[in-house]
């Protein structure tokens, strides 16, 4: 059964260790898609012979096994890792065989795995009956991760190996919150044991006693965050941040370490035996560290120690000391731990409380009164501690330096409390502190100047070795104030204690802070201000639970230090003789005193020696401020003591007269005014009392004294002298300064000049061939050396500072007191003159040193390098005309080095003026040249200038006027301007520019060339005057300027003002000189007046003439079609008629069309005989024609006394009707012949008066008709005074308008800002097009270029102008606009080969700007876009567009929607009329084009919410942008280009609003005005129907009413 049970169990049993760490592993199915979960349990299992097997059990049955199969399992794998020491046997078959788990539960039949978990390992032991031991080989596994390694500590020191041991007890202890916390050390010359009743280890996952021995595993390792923040001193130790504190400082310490612990739970003790030799032998890459363990049960003295029942032991044998001395240890641990000892930081009640109870042998550390602590802590004063509590936070998280934790903590905190330290009857306690220690047995290597000023405790521990100097904050030696001295002396004085938290990271041996944390750095830096801007962590200053500056914290510590100086410093109390109260002196300062009351005394003891006044003394180098350099002798003088005697915090100083100040200058005391007693310390100095302290201040024998006295006598500068080029070779200096010879510029001065100072006995009888120490004088004193330059060349400043060297006393070649000045290469004899050099020592008072000065001449090189023009010419202008000459020309010649040297000869001079790029422009080899200032310069004249090619330098006209020479190599050149002449002639362009002049028309091209009598087009400003003759001058003034191409642009100005066929002239004077320039007369074409209608020669009196037919004809005798009658004034062409005989209308005026009027009726006289009238054109009456008629009565029909008679209504008609000419019938045989006969009278009568009747009908109908025309042209009549009047109003409001700059966003200067913007784009067609549309001479190339989109419009906010044009982009932003294809084809051509015509088009303007087009770019035609067809808002100035707002599904605007693109648009008053042929403005054709239907919203939220509705595109004001459906614009964009922002103005709207207002009455007007004109053509219609069926019944009836007629006249 075993054997079976043991086949089927080894399936689920392995023992691979590599794969202990997994609970479970995934097992796939091939048959089915199932994942089973295998459950993997892990024992340790000890064996009765001290061995030990790990072991897995994979998927036991029901989760139970027997026990006998458990142990063949272990059995098993026992065999196969086999043991490397023969031990005895097991017996596996024993009746007693069981398992027995941590807590001495006996398992016997079956163990149950229920109650085991498959993530953790179990410790069972095997017993076969017999007693097994407490010891197991490789129990436990130690093996460290292979990186913590590299971080092991180097070797330290005992204290410290021992501390890291008791920092895991006091971690361990410090968990026992309610119960006794206890800590106990016992040492002997074997055996060290460290004893702790914290809660324990076992063999738990979590709380195994592995984790003790094993590198990197510590329990406290993720804690350590816990111990970020809280109250000082921040007692939480979590100190094991490491890992390895427990089983290296053992090693450190022993050699085998046995650490036996019990948790409260476990009835068994667990133990882990370290060897430091088998550690070190299975150290490797490949290697475990298998440690062996045990289990046992307590003792005794274990359960005493700890009730509880848990506890850790450490027990180390077999110890690396030699000696130890126990009371040294105690004291150093107390003070290690001091604040966990004993503590009342944070108590409440103030009391001293002992948080740990820590025994060393059995005596308990809060008992022991040594250790540096409790020694400090008794030696400073009661008084209130200066406490700061500091906050550190990284500015940046790469900066903290990472840790063997999981991450370097974001945040750290400090407490600095300041301790002062007093003076106490004189003596220092800091000194007090040192000898106790010392007396003790824990001296430490500090004096009182290097004494540890500051110490550092992380979470409550001592770093040792963190044993500061100075924190900059405390250092105040430096800092200028009020009673600097004392603030100097006091400062050293205080010592600080530093509590620093968990954020804070020590070294791995926690002996002192990590060096290069960078809280570390904050800290150690804490107080210099030139850190402050560039730190990486951030530091915040708390006092007091209030946040202050760094600069307040400074004044406070230093009111502090002040504070406990007054309060506690006991200075010497008095001296050996009587002193002198002086009370409130005036000289604190010089005194370096603060008090009120000083005594003076002449006789002290201080040191155990007595210091008098006029002692003679030595202090000694480096003893205080000032006295650095050398010792300095000092007779001393007096010794004051502030306040009187028995006042604590004076100071003592003493007052001394330095070595070679006499007694006059010396401390003197006097009486004042008043008769107190006063003190002037003069030039004598006052000295802190610790130089005697210190011992570095010496009494001085008479010998000495007189020795130095003589010393000095011989160092007292008397003169200064340079060395001798002999002397200076003695020195390896190769040569010296030629004072006694005159050498030529360029000469090179010495490497180095050496002066020295000569002492008061050298005399120049003590010049010898050698350099001798004893004739130079050793001072300290600075020497300058000064050198200046008087110059020859006058064109430099006489006298110049040339340079200056300051040099202090060196040695060279064993010779002491050398000035050695390195002059070279900063000195070269360069210039021309007289170089000073003047030697002189910065002074003391008592000094007389004369100064040395001394001279060397330079003379100009003779050979010439270059000519330059002197300096009263190098910046002078020259400016000349053609045809006159350039002022003298004055030439130097210099050396290599400047300087102005001498003409050998005189050359033979040539003149050249050049343009910048060396086109020349004249050459002139007639000069005059003379020499002047012995032969050093040069004049040449008679420079008269003579060039046509001056058009090349326009219109700056810069030129170069070169002067050289034939036979020398060198040339002068000098900026000038050569202007062009005055104005001579000029010619016109074009010529015939007076060809077919027409009255009113204007001369659209005509410019005037303006010359030179050199043929140069003269400068752009000069004057012209005009006279004109039959012309009118379109400008205020008939004077007229020269453009900057030389020319007159008078295109577009020239109107003609007089008649068909008459002359005109234009003349062109000279503004100065009235001179006549030009002079061109023509002709006016003619034109006559004719007729074109038959005028017959007679007419019957108070007849018509109707439809005749005038005609203006050329004189080839065509009709002049031109000739056209238009509304406006200027362009009206009609007729006038007037007789003198009648009173005839000349006001009624006949329009011409086409050259032709037609007058429909001209009434003639009811009177016979001959009639004229005269037929004129209205504006030119020399146009006229005469017309004469001969006009007769009409002949009266006389009837037989039985014809019926004619009614006088009848009579009356036939007057009227008297008009129409009745066509003549010829009587044949047939016709009707007219008789007497009373029945043929009756029928004729009949005859007559239905023929009377019928044509009285028709006449009623003719009469009634003319009699409507005449009411329609009435009411047009009003109408058209209407229109003229309303038309007249509107003229002037939108005068006013313009006169308003304000009024047109044209003129405002965002848009002029912008303008500048697009000129500014170079090689562009929007900037040349935008130049081009403000020169007026382009005008008949831009008449039909609008301009560019982005000056075409404007918007009323930022945001619209910047997303409208990321929308369009900048190219279109940049497009040019035409009215028609025409005008695009017109700005540019190609050759055949596609090529582009850069002679035409707007690339020749482009070039004649001075610019070039590069690349594409795009052209608008507005003729060709497709514009919108719907409706536009006509009351709305702005002719907005009617366009639909969007809706959503639910018929409902969406929010946020602002409008349409297209109607946000604003255009200016200039551009709301602009019309293509179809009537369309630019909102329905270019703006349309470009935005269409683009929807605005307010934000990209709301434009989001209504993308159902957005068809065509949507823009948002904070830069959202939608093409079109699934097409968005992401990014931001800052255009440059963009439509200007102009918000119209109340002044502006309201004379919009007037025009607007009459622009709408002129529409009502017009529109009555077609109405009548249809009713008053429909009426005409009629009219002439009814006078063609009257003309059709003359004619029809005409035989008989001439019958009629005929009858009548011959009638008797």
């Given at each position: 059964m075993a054997s079976g049970n043991k086949s089927s169990a080894s399936k689920r049993a392995s023992s691979d260790d590599n794969d202990s760490t997994r609970p479970h592993k995934v097992k796939k199915m091939k048959c089915l898609d199932l994942i089973l979960v295998e459950k993997v349990y892990k024992f340790r299992v000890l064996l009765p012979n001290s061995d030990c097997v790990t072991m897995r059990v994979v998927d036991p049955p029901n989760n139970q096994m027997p026990v006998v199969v458990f142990a063949d399992l272990v059995k098993e794998e026992y065999e196969r890792v086999g043991s490397r020491i023969r031990r005895r046997e097991i017996d596996w078959d024993s009746p007693d065989l069981c398992l027995i788990d941590r807590f001495e539960n006996h398992i016997k039949d079956v163990i149950c795995f229920e109650i085991y978990e498959t993530d953790k390992v179990y410790t069972l032991r095997l017993n076969d009956g017999s007693n097994g031991d407490e010891v197991y080989e490789n129990m436990w596994d130690l093996t460290p991760d292979v990186e913590l390694l590299s971080e092991l500590p180097q070797e330290y020191a005992f204290e410290s190996a021992l501390a890291d041991l008791i920092d895991n007890s006091l971690q361990a202890v410090w968990s026992n919150s309610n119960k006794r916390r206890l800590i106990s050390v016992d040492l002997s010359?074997?055996?060290?044991?460290?004893?702790?009743?914290?809660?324990?280890?076992?063999?738990?996952?979590?709380?195994?006693?592995?984790?003790?021995?094993?590198?990197?595993?510590?329990?406290?390792?993720?804690?350590?965050?816990r111990a970020i923040g809280g109250k000082p001193p921040y007692l939480k130790p979590f100190f094991g941040m490491f890992g390895y504190g427990g089983p290296i400082s053992s090693m450190h310490l022993a050699s085998h370490t046995i650490v036996s612990s019990k948790t409260k739970n476990s009835k068994k003790v667990y133990t882990l035996h370290l060897r430091r030799d088998a550690l070190l032998s299975s150290s490797g890459s490949d290697k475990t560290w298998q440690a062996p363990g045990g289990l046992r049960d307590p003792s005794e003295n274990e359960m005493?120690?700890?009730?509880?029942?848990?506890?850790?032991?450490?027990?180390?044998?077999?110890?690396?000391?030699?000696?130890?001395?126990?009371?040294?240890?105690?004291?150093?641990?107390?003070?290690?731990?001091?604040?966990?000892?004993?503590?009342?930081?944070?108590?409440?009640?103030?009391?001293?409380?002992?948080?740990?109870?820590?025994?060393?042998?059995?005596?308990?550390?809060?008992?022991?009164?040594?250790?540096?602590?409790?020694?400090?802590?008794?030696?400073?004063?009661?008084?209130?501690?200066?406490?700061?509590?500091?906050?550190?936070?990284?500015?940046?998280?790469?900066?903290?330096?990472?840790?063997?934790?999981?991450?370097?903590?974001q945040e750290a905190n400090a407490r600095l409390k300041f301790v002062y330290l007093p003076i106490v009857q004189g003596k220092e306690n800091i000194d007090r502190i040192l000898e106790k220690l010392e007396a003790e047995g824990c001296g430490v290597a500090e004096t009182f100047e290097s004494f540890s000023r500051a110490s550092i405790r992380c979470l409550g521990r001592l770093l040792p070795d963190a044993r500061w100097a100075w924190l900059p904050f405390m250092d105040l030696k430096q800092r200028k104030v009020d009673r600097a001295q004392i603030l100097k002396t006091c400062c050293s004085r205080v010592k600080c204690f530093i509590e620093t938290d968990g954020g804070f990271y020590p070294t791995p041996s926690k002996t002192d802070l990590s060096h290069h944390h960078c809280y570390t750095t904050a800290l150690k830096n804490f107080g210099q201000k030139s850190l402050e801007k560039d730190r990486d962590v951030n530091v915040e200053i708390f006092k007091d639970g209030k946040k202050l500056s760094l600069q307040q914290v400074e004044k406070q510590y230093q009111d502090w230090i002040f504070q406990m100086h007054n309060l506690y410093d006991e200075e010497s109390d008095c001296g050996e003789d009587e002193p002198v109260i002086i009370i409130n002196p005036s000289n604190k300062k010089q005194l370096v005193i603060s008090s009120d009351v000083i005594r003076v005394h002449r006789h002290i003891r201080r040191k155990g020696k007595s210091w008098r006044s006029g002692q003679k003394i030595k202090v000694l180098k480096g003893a205080c401020s000032g006295v650095y350099k050398n010792n300095i002798y000092c007779v001393l003088e007096y010794i004051l003591l502030e306040g009187f005697q028995g006042d604590a915090g004076g100071e003592t100083r003493i007052i001394c007269r330095q070595l070679g100040i006499s007694d006059e200058k010396g401390c003197l005391i006097f009486e004042d005014e008043d008769g107190n007693p006063a003190i002037d310390i003069r030039e004598s100095k006052s000295l802190p009392i610790s130089i005697i302290d210190t011992g570095k201040c010496l009494s001085v024998e008479t010998a000495e004294w007189i020795s130095q006295l003589e010393k000095r006598q011989k160092k007292i500068p008397s003169s200064i002298d340079i060395l001798s080029a002999s002397h200076c070779e003695e020195l390896e200096v190769e040569g010296s300064l030629p004072f006694d010879a005159v050498v030529t510029a360029g000469h090179a001065s010495p490497e180095e000049v050496i002066a020295v100072v000569r002492p008061a006995s050298y005399g120049s009888v003590a010049v010898s061939e050698k350099l001798d120490q004893k004739h130079i004088a050793v001072t300290d004193l600075d020497m300058v050396l000064e050198i200046k330059l008087n110059a020859e060349d006058k064109d430099l400043q006489k006298t110049s500072h040339v340079h200056s060297f300051r040099a202090s006393p060196s040695s060279r070649k064993g010779f002491r007191g050398l000035y050695i000045f390195s002059v070279n290469p900063k000195l070269i004899f360069e210039k021309a003159g007289e170089y000073t050099f003047s030697f002189h020592i910065i002074l003391q008072k008592e000094s007389d040193c004369s100064s040395y000065v001394n001279s060397v001449r330079v003379k100009a090189q003779s050979q010439v390098m270059r000519w330059a023009l002197v300096s009263d010419m190098q910046h002078a202008k020259l400016s000349v005309r053609v045809g006159s000459h350039f002022p003298p020309i004055s030439i130097a010649c210099y050396d290599v080095y400047e300087n102005r040297t001498s003409f050998r000869h005189v050359p033979k001079l040539i003149a050249k003026v050049s343009t910048k790029q060396g086109v020349i422009l004249f050459q002139s080899e007639t000069l005059k040249s003379h020499l002047l200032s012995k032969c050093s310069v040069i004049t040449a004249e008679n420079i008269l200038v003579k060039s046509s090619e001056v058009d090349l330098i326009r219109p700056g006209y810069e030129a170069q006027l070169t002067i050289c020479s034939k036979d020398e190599p060198f040339d002068v050149s000098v900026p000038c301007k050569v202007l062009p002449g005055s104005i001579d002639h000029l010619n016109a362009k074009p010529k015939d520019f007076m060809k077919h002049l027409l009255p009113g028309n204007v001369v659209q091209e005509l410019k005037l060339e303006v010359f030179d009598a050199y043929g140069n087009h003269v400068k752009q400003g000069s004057d012209l005057s005009l006279g004109v003759d039959g012309f009118h001058f379109q400008q205020k003034t008939n004077i007229v300027q020269v453009d900057d191409h030389g020319r007159v642009d008078l295109s577009g100005l020239l109107k003609v003002s007089k008649g068909y066929g008459e002359s005109v002239s234009l003349s062109v004077f000279s503004s100065k000189s009235n001179k006549l320039l030009f002079k061109v007369k023509s002709q006016i074409e003619k034109r006559m007046l004719r007729v074109a209608t038959k005028i017959p020669e007679k007419c019957c009196a108070g007849s018509q003439l109707e439809d005749v037919v005038f005609e203006i004809v050329n004189s080839d005798g065509v009709v002049d079609e031109t000739i056209d009658d238009n509304e406006k004034g200027d362009m009206s062409h009609s007729l006038v008629l007037k007789s003198d005989s009648t009173d005839m209308d000349d006001t009624v005026k006949y329009s011409f069309r086409h050259g032709c009027c037609t007058v429909r009726t001209i009434q003639l006289p009811e009177i016979e005989g001959s009639f004229s009238f005269r037929a004129a054109h209205s504006r030119f009456p020399k146009l006229n024609m005469t017309i004469t008629v001969l006009v007769e009565t009409a002949p009266e029909i006389v009837y037989e006394s039985s014809q019926p008679q004619c009614t006088a209504e009848e009579i009356s008609l036939q007057n009227n009707l008297s008009g129409f000419r009745i066509p003549k019938v010829e009587h044949d045989d047939n016709a009707m012949v007219l008789g007497p006969s009373p029945d043929s009278a009756k029928s004729i009568g009949n005859l007559v008066k239905s023929l009377y009747d019928e044509r009285k009908e028709?006449?009623?109908?003719f009469l009634q008709d003319g009699r409507r025309i005449g009411e329609h042209e009435q009411k047009l009549k009003t109408f058209h005074a209407q229109r003229l009047e309303y038309e007249k109003a509107l003229s002037e409001l939108q005068a006013s308008l313009e006169a308003n700059s304000n009024g047109d966003s044209s003129n405002s200067p965002k848009k002029e800002r912008m303008l500048g913007e697009i000129e500014s784009r170079a090689h562009t067609a929007a900037s040349v097009v935008c130049k081009v549309l403000k020169d007026k001479k382009y005008h008949d190339f831009s008449k039909d270029i609008l301009g560019v989109v982005a000056l075409l419009g404007s918007v009323e906010t930022n945001e619209l102008a910047r997303i409208l044009t990321e929308f369009l982009g900048e190219e279109q932003m940049l497009g040019v606009v035409c009215k028609s294809y025409k005008a695009a084809h017109n700005l540019e051509t190609c050759d055949v080969h596609g090529n582009v015509n850069c002679s035409t088009g707007l690339q020749a303007l482009a070039s004649a700007l001075g610019t070039s087009l590069d690349g594409r770019y795009s052209v608008i035609c507005l003729e060709d876009v497709r514009p919108y067809e719907g409706e536009c808002d006509s009351g709305d100035p702005q002719r907005r567009l009617l366009l639909s707002d969007p809706t959503l599904p639910n018929g409902?605007?969406?929010?946020?929607?602002?409008?349409?693109?297209?109607?946000?648009?604003?255009?200016?008053?200039?551009?709301?009329?602009?019309?293509?042929?179809?009537?369309?403005?630019?909102?329905?054709?270019?703006?349309?084009?470009l935005l269409g239907e683009v929807q605005v919203y307010r934000t990209r939220e709301t434009m989001r919410k209504a993308l159902e509705c957005i068809h065509h595109g949507a823009v948002s004001l904070d830069g959202g942008i939608v093409r079109k459906t699934g097409v968005i614009s992401l990014g931001c964009g800052k255009p440059s280009i963009h439509f200007p922002v102009v918000a119209p103005q109340s002044q502006n709207s309201r004379y919009q609003r007037m025009i607007d207002a009459k622009k709408s009455m002129l529409r009502t007007i017009n529109d009555q005005l077609d109405k009548e004109n249809e009713l008053y053509d429909e009426t005409l219609k009629k009219f002439e129907k009814s006078k063609n069926k009257y003309a059709k019944f003359l004619d029809a009836k005409a035989s008989l009413l001439q019958q009629f007629n005929d009858s009548a006249w011959n009638s008797p």
């Open positions: 010359e074997d055996k060290i044991s460290i004893f702790d009743n914290g809660p324990g280890m076992d063999d738990s996952e979590d709380n195994s006693i592995v984790k003790w021995g094993k590198m990197g595993s510590s329990l406290h390792r993720s804690y350590r965050g005493k120690l700890a009730p509880d029942g848990s506890f850790t032991k450490v027990e180390m044998f077999q110890m690396k000391m030699r000696s130890l001395n126990v009371a040294h240890l105690q004291s150093k641990l107390k003070d290690i731990y001091f604040p966990y000892i004993q503590c009342d930081d944070n108590t409440k009640t103030g009391k001293t409380i002992t948080p740990i109870e820590f025994q060393v042998n059995g005596i308990d550390l809060a008992e022991v009164e040594g250790g540096e602590v409790a020694i400090t802590n008794l030696n400073s004063c009661h008084g209130p501690h200066f406490v700061l509590q500091l906050h550190f936070t990284s500015n940046q998280e790469v900066h903290l330096q990472k840790s063997p934790s999981k991450g370097a903590s028709l006449e009623d109908k409902k605007t969406p929010p946020g929607f602002s409008g349409y693109a297209v109607n946000m648009i604003y255009l200016d008053a200039n551009q709301l009329y602009t019309r293509t042929s179809g009537g369309k403005g630019l909102r329905e054709t270019l703006f349309y084009h």
